[in-house]
C-alpha cells in the first residue's frame, strides 16, 4: 500500500496529511473479498458481489481531499459498501466526530460493518493513554435509501456520497450545515458543493469519473 500511496501522493491525488495518515493506517486489503486480496493495492477498482465495487483508490483519494474531513466532524457517508471509505473517514474525524454509513443493501452493510469493525470504530472501545475514559463507537451504519439522507441526525459538517445519481438530492442541501461541505458523482462527474447560506451553494464539477449508480428504493 505504502507504494500506491507514494504514487497518489506524487500525482497530486493526496495532498493533506491527516488524509495521506488514514491512508497508511486503513488497510484497503482489509476491505475486499477474498479472492482479491493481491490485488489490494492496485489502482483499480474491485468487485464487492451485489453489481457493486469498492471504488478505485485514486477516485476516493480525491474525492476526500474535496470533503477535508477534519477531527470532530459529523458526517454521512452515502453508499458505504465495502467500509473501505467509511474506515478512512472515522479515522480523520476520531476521538469525538461520528460518521453515519447509509447502505441499501443488506448483504453489503453487513460486510462493510464487518470490515470497520477490525479497527475498532463501531463498539466503545478505550483509548490509548486514556486512563479510565472510553469513547463511544465512531461509525453508526444504517440500512436506508441514500438519497434522502438521515434526517433525524441531521444538521451535517460534510456529506459523501460513493455512487453516481442523476441529480443532486435536495435532502442533502438541507440536511448539510452553513459552511457545510457535499461530494457526489453526478452522472460522469465529481461535484464539490460548499453552502454558503440556506439556498445559496458554491458549487463546482470535475469531470472525467465513472460510478455505479445509486440505487434507490
Request: negative net charge; contains cysteine; charged residues 30%.
Amino acid at each position: 500500500m505504502e507504494n500506491l500511496i507514494q504514487e497518489l501522493i506524487k500525482e497530486g491525488y493526496l495532498k493533506t496529511s491527516l488524509i495521506i495518515e488514514a491512508f497508511g493506517k486503513i488497510k484497503r486489503e482489509d476491505f475486499v473479498l477474498e479472492e482479491y486480496k493481491d490485488e489490494a493495492d492496485i489502482n483499480v477498482p474491485l468487485p464487492i458481489g451485489y453489481g457493486q465495487t469498492i471504488s478505485q483508490p485514486l477516485t476516493v483519494a480525491f474525492m476526500l481531499e474535496l470533503l477535508q474531513p477534519q477531527p470532530g466532524d459529523k458526517i454521512l457517508d452515502i453508499g458505504s459498501g465495502s467500509g473501505w471509505q467509511t474506515a478512512l473517514l472515522a479515522y480523520c474525524v476520531k476521538p469525538k466526530g461520528k460518521i453515519f454509513a447509509l447502505e441499501i443493501i443488506p448483504e453489503l452493510m453487513e460486510f462493510g460493518k464487518r470490515n470497520v469493525a477490525k479497527y475498532n470504530f463501531l463498539a466503545p472501545y478505550r483509548t490509548e493513554g486514556s486512563g479510565s475514559g472510553v469513547e463511544k463507537g465512531i461509525v453508526e451504519f444504517v440500512c436506508s435509501d441514500g438519497s434522502k439522507g438521515l434526517e433525524r441526525e441531521a444538521p451535517f459538517d460534510k456529506i459523501i456520497v460513493a455512487a453516481s445519481a442523476q441529480k443532486l438530492s435536495e435532502e442533502w442541501k438541507k440536511q448539510l450545515k452553513i459552511n457545510g461541505r457535499i461530494v457526489a458523482p453526478i452522472k460522469e462527474s465529481i461535484w464539490l458543493l460548499i453552502k454558503k447560506d440556506d439556498d445559496v451553494f458554491e458549487e463546482h464539477e470535475f469531470p472525467g469519473f465513472v460510478f455505479v449508480p445509486l440505487i434507490y428504493d
